[in-house]
């Protein structure tokens, strides 16, 4: 039986591009603060992974580990329209988060403790996220209509 033409467009091993420095350096402090976050960075694709596809992400946030709340991502906005989700991993409650986030969008900052999705405007400030309680895991999901994932800091 001859191989799928289709095969290639399956996407099974994360290949996102490393963490700006910026946000590599904020978890190293984090971390000597005693404040962790095992989590998976589950999928990733974009234009330079698969030709012609737009930027898409996911990751498992497993558990705070340590004593505190943690942050991840580094204030940034976009020139492309981004939506950021968190759904929680209760199965007799879906709609419940399973913990608290913060995030900040523009001056505001919004406490989250329900399974949702986020529309970014292009050009909009957004972040940290602040991780301040996690009760059964939470998978985070992230989408842009541009074919790179890019950081305006």
Not at 39 to 56: C, E, H, M, Y
Not at 94 to 114: M, Q
Request: with cysteine; net charge negative; aromatic share 8%.
């Amino acid at each position: 039986m001859p191989e799928s033409s289709y095969a290639k467009f399956v996407i099974t091993e994360d290949l996102m591009p490393p963490q700006p420095a910026e946000a590599v350096k904020m978890m190293e402090e984090q971390a000597k603060a005693g404040r962790t976050l095992d989590r998976t960075l589950l999928l990733g694709i974009q234009d330079s992974i698969l030709k012609g596809s737009f930027f898409v992400g996911c990751e498992w946030l497993w558990q705070l580990t340590g004593n505190g709340p943690v942050d991840i991502e580094i204030p940034h906005s976009h020139d492309f329209d981004e939506i950021i989700g968190f759904a929680g991993s209760n199965r007799n409650h879906p709609r419940d988060l399973g913990g608290e986030l913060e995030f900040r969008i523009g001056d505001e900052k919004l406490t989250l403790t329900r399974t949702c999705l986020i529309f970014i405007p292009r050009g909009t400030i957004h972040c940290p996220i602040t991780i301040k309680r996690i009760d059964t895991p939470i998978f985070m999901f992230e989408a842009g209509n541009n074919s790179v994932y890019e950081k305006k800091l």
